[in-house]
């Protein structure tokens, strides 16, 4: 069974969550799974999930009582016990829903402070190949070299190749890193920075230069190239 969320409200704090990040409840469980996240913004996915579990809790119980209450059941002794103990628990869920919703908060307050943050500067936008290159690199990616002609190169899970000067390139802007505790011979683990991330998700969002043509080889944004 599928984890993504349906489209309708999951909790009360989805339109905040949405807000913080720019992005739909659905989406970002998306983004999760696929390990496209920052870590911020994983913690609230995760708190988001377990919250949305709570509300459900809420609901079931709730549903319960009414349905006691609904005049289906003789009114004995039995029913009296049933709707004590479904008191109990939805009062239980209730107190546990507040509690996951106070984690949720907690975890949403540093991504909210860093989108105010980046309020005050554009983010800057990837050219359609290099989104494709970190998406690559996102599911795994090793840096090999040749052992008899030298030749560098990243090979991502999918069996992809992206060439070293276009790995040099995203490596030096901040957007991926290698583990430089193996050796060359046997492959460098490769991966996408918490900025890498970040720039990812934002290139994806609709109206962005990820549904632009791709410019021309070895191309780079301005705003990237002179820092």
Known sequence: MSSTPPHQALTPLDQRIEAATGHSIEILWQHHERGLLDEPTSRVVDAHRDLAKAVTGVTFHRVLLARLASGEFDVDAALFTRIDRTVDQLRGAAATRDARQADVINALQPVEQAARTQRQGAAPELAPADVAALLAVSQGAKLHEHLLTQRLSVVTASG???????????????????????????????????????????????????????????????AWRHR
């Open 160 to 222: 992809t190749r992206v060439p070293y000067s276009e790995f040099q390139r995203l490596e030096k802007a901040g957007l991926l890193q290698r583990d430089e505790s193996h050796p060359l011979h046997a492959g460098q683990p490769v991966t996408v920075t918490d900025a890498g991330r970040h720039a990812l998700t934002d290139s994806r969002r609709p109206g962005t230069a990820a549904s632009a043509p791709a410019p021309g080889a070895g191309s780079w944004p301005a």
